[in-house]
Structures are given as C-alpha cells and as structure tokens.
C-alpha cells in the first residue's frame, strides 16, 4: 500500500498502473482493507484524467472498489473525497462538492482532497476559489505536480500573468523533470506573444513527456498556429484526437487551425 501511494505521487500513465497492480496485491493480503480499495479507485478515475482510459470504464470500476471500501468502513473521508472526484468527471459539480466538503469537515490536512476540490473549481472557472485550495493541497504535499500546474492555470486565467509566469518558473526549479511547468510556461510565452521563449519551453516539456502526451501536443499545436505553421498543427493535432474526441482546449485550438487554413 504504502509503495502503491509512492508510485500515485509521480503521476504518468505508467506509475497510475503501476500503483493500481500494487493497491491489488494489498487487497489480496488484506482483503479488509478499507483505503486500498479507496486507491483503486483512485487509479482508475486518474487514468481517466491522463486520457489512458474511457470515462464509462474508469466509473465502473471505481463505483465498485469504492462500494467496497464503504462497506468495509462507512463514510470515510478519503472514500468521500474519491465520490467527490469521480462525481467531479461526471460534471455532477453540485455533488461532487458536498462530497468534498464532507470528506473535509474534520480532515482538513487531507491534501488530495483540497487539490482534488481544486481541480473541480477550476472546472467551473471558480479559479479565485480555486487557487484558495489548492494551496492549502500544497501545505501538506509541496511537490504536487498537478497542483502546482493548477496553480498557474487559474491565474493565468485570472488575467494574472506576472504571477502565473513566477509560479511555474518556480515550479520548473523545485520539479525539473516535470514537463507541465514547461508546458505552463509555453501557454503564458504564447498569450503574451513571446513565441521564442514560447518554443524552447515546449521543446523542454516534449523531451520530459510521453510521445503522444496530450497537455504538451495540444499546446505545441497552439504553438504552431502562432507561428503559422497550420498545416503542421493540423497533422498534430490529428494524431491526438483520438485520445480525446471532445476536449474545449482540443476543440477550439483545432477551429483555429481549421479557420486559417480556410483563410
């Protein structure tokens, strides 16, 4: 269990995998185990998120560990934070939300649950709100990656560019081989029309991630229409598209490129 909560921590396709055979192993050791079951679950809705997994697939599999872990020990805070995510993916924002606050009423330290809370504000474009909990993420686990990326999102969608641009350069020097800080960065480069700073930060984030990552193809697609290289992010984007058919991002970056080519 606690080599599965390890692997949770690096966050790629692979580690999501890897924890979920772990959580499997701890669950035919202890099949009592309430929070293993709360990990499984866990792995599968994260490998939703990482586009490695259909959604239909990812809650059905999560609905039964989940029912498990409840059975075992009802109404446990880190099992009410994963209802709330798992509602969070359904766009049940309503219910997902009193999942959270109830998983957080007396666990406040619980730091997957505020980035988890987070990440649906962010979704609503509640950023101010967002930005609020995902710090509080931070307190209890500095080295998140997604919250760190989060972070720097919402500001930027705040209009806050200074302060995005400082976030991910300081995400950069504490997770250097993460590639989303780079990815951050390559957006802000892009928004404030510096595209050469724009490039060598995407071209850090392609050497840092899978081949066919979706964040870092999608973004260098945008890229690639600010440069007006449209028939390139074209192809681009047609080898990731079907990963992920209806993204917003994938969407309107793809619109963009549609709508230049036909000018």
């Given amino acids: 269990f606690v080599m599965a909560q390890a692997y949770m921590q690096v966050a790629t396709v692979n580690s999501y995998q890897q924890a979920l055979i772990l959580f499997e192993k701890a669950i035919k050791l202890s099949p009592d185990y309430a929070l293993a079951f709360v990990g499984k679950a866990a792995c599968h809705l994260l490998l939703y998120q990482y586009k490695h997994t259909d959604l239909n697939s990812a809650i059905t599999q999560a609905n039964i560990a989940l029912d498990r872990a409840s059975q075992l020990k009802p109404d446990m805070a880190e099992t009410l934070a994963i209802k709330g995510l798992m509602y969070t993916y359904l766009k049940q924002f309503n219910k997902a939300e009193q999942f959270y606050i109830r998983a957080l009423k007396g666990r406040l330290n619980m730091g997957a649950a505020h980035h988890n809370y987070a990440f649906m504000l962010w979704l609503q474009s509640r ?25 720097g999102d919402a500001l930027a969608s705040l209009g806050e560019f ?4 400082l976030h991910y350069q300081h995400c950069v020097n504490i997770l250097p081989n ?21 490039q060598i930060n995407l071209d850090i984030s392609a ?30 984007l047609q080898t990731i598209r079907h990963k992920v058919p209806i993204d917003y991002f994938l969407l309107r970056t793809s ?3 549609d709508l230049a080519l036909d000018n």
């Fill in 127 to 151: 950023f101010k709100q967002a930005i609020e909990h995902a710090s509080m993420a931070l307190e209890t686990n500095p080295l998140s990656k997604q919250t760190h990326f989060l972070i």
């Fill in 162 to 165: 200074d302060k995005a641009l």
């Fill in 178 to 198: 993460y590639y989303g800080c780079n990815v951050g960065l390559g957006i802000i480069y892009q928004i404030t029309g510096d595209l050469d700073k724009a």
């Fill in 207 to 236: 050497s840092l991630s899978e081949p066919e990552n979706f964040w870092q193809n999608s973004t260098y697609a945008s890229l690639l229409i600010h440069q007006g290289s449209f028939d390139r992010a074209v192809s681009l």
């Fill in 255 to 257: 619109w963009l490129a």
